[in-house]
Structures are given as C-alpha cells and as structure tokens.
C-alpha cells in the first residue's frame, strides 16, 4: 500500500524554526515528486511547492518562494518542509501528498500536520 | 483570491445530481491536466478524479469529471448524505510554474 506518514502536531513561538517530516513507503519514493499543501483554518487549500526526490529537483509557488524550504532524504524516503523563522500566520495544516510529474495530480496524501505558532 | 474560481457552495437532495464548476484560463485550464479532490470534515483531501476525467481506482462511477476550454466540471450523480464535503480543482498553471487549487465548493446533501 502506497502510504505517506507524516510528523506530528507543533506548536512553537514566533521567530522559532522548524522542520517537519514526510515518509514514504509501498512504492518507489527515488522515481516520484512529493508536494507540500498548505491549509489555513477555515480556508481552502495552497499549493507551496514539490520535489523530485532522486535529484532534488525542486519547484516553489511564487507564493512560497523565500518563505520555506522544501528537502528530502532518498535514503530514509522523507520528504520536509522547513521554516527558519515562524510567524503567526504560518498557523495551519500541512500535508505532504505523492504527485506526478506537472503537478497534475496528487495522490495519496499524508494525514497533515498541524503547526500552530503563538506566543 | 484563487487562480481558479469555483462556486462556494452547492447543494441537493439525495438522489439528484450536481455539477461543480472550476474556472480558469488558458495558462492552467486551459492547456493542462484538472484534478479533483474530495475533503471530508476532519480529513486529508482525496484524489477523486485525474487528468481531466479519469476516476482513481475505487471511486464509484456515480463521480464523473469533464473539460471544456478553460472550464472544468466535477459531476456527482445519485447523492449521498456520505457525499457531504469540500470539493476542490487543481491543476497545473505554466505561467506561475505552480500548480493552483480552487477555493474549494461545499456539498451539502439536504
């Protein structure tokens, strides 16, 4: 079964850095993309970037670009999202979700992490 | 504001049939792929339909996708109160390079 398991629940201050995490099994994690999904509470779902994970290769939304770095690990199948320096407004569910090549769909997804960051 | 522009909610009885509208233009619509998700209350989203008008595999056949132009159109047909969700389009847009989603449609099954 193709799965994606992601890190748990965050909370941190503002100005704090983080990394979260998504593993992949059940399928060849080196010849696929992984792509980051942003969802605010209440609101409806931001597309923030996507990595090749045999090379890196790595496409950012303009939206995103600057604001978060996304990596992975071929080795351990994991794919992160990580923020140097959070905000409030970073507040919301991320979900990792396996994509095909342009981004033309995105399947299966992980089951989010939810950061929140307060002070 | 979403590149592309879906109707914020919708809604019909059991049984009837309703159609969810994705708007675009011909850097997203237009000249590429549309998929559709599927998000229950407390849930992560679910592919429903890829490349345009493709069902993923389980999906019943009672959900239906089709493309005209820049428009595309999410087709539930014999609804159930399982139905009730968030529906969302997606696709990839060449002008920004990204993909995009729509703002997301809300089924209610009266």
């Known amino acids: 079964e193709v799965q994606l398991v992601q890190s748990g629940a965050e909370v941190k201050k503002p100005g704090e850095s983080l990394r979260i995490s998504c593993k992949g099994s059940g399928y060849s994690f080196t010849s696929q993309w992984i792509g980051w999904v942003r969802q605010m509470p209440g609101k409806g779902l931001e597309w923030m970037g996507m990595i090749y994970t045999s090379d890196s290769d790595t496409r950012y939304s303009p939206s995103f670009q600057g604001q978060v770095i996304i990596s992975a690990d071929k080795s351990i199948t994991t794919a992160y999202l990580q923020w140097s320096s959070l905000k409030a407004s970073d507040t919301a569910m991320y979900y990792c979700?396996?994509?095909?090549?342009?981004?033309?769909?995105?399947?299966?997804w992980g089951q989010g992490t939810l950061v929140t960051v307060s002070s | 504001q979403s590149v592309l522009t879906q109707p914020p909610s919708v809604s019909a009885a059991p049984g009837q049939k309703v159609t969810i509208s994705c708007s675009g233009s011909?850097?997203?619509?237009?000249?590429?792929?549309v998929s559709w998700y599927q998000q229950l209350p407390g849930t992560a989203p679910k592919l429903l339909i890829y490349d345009n008008n493709n069902r993923r595999s389980g999906i019943p056949d009672r959900f239906s996708g089709s493309k005209s132009g820049t428009t595309a159109t999410l087709a539930i047909t014999g609804l159930q109160t399982g139905d009730e969700a968030d529906y969302y389009c997606?696709?990839?847009?060449?002008?920004?390079?990204?993909?995009?989603f729509g703002g997301g449609t809300k089924l209610t099954v009266l």
């Open positions: 979700a396996r994509s095909s090549v342009g981004g033309r769909w995105f399947d299966p």
């Open positions: 011909s850097s997203n619509i237009g000249n590429n792929y």
């Open positions: 997606g696709t990839w847009d060449s002008s920004l390079s990204a993909g995009v």
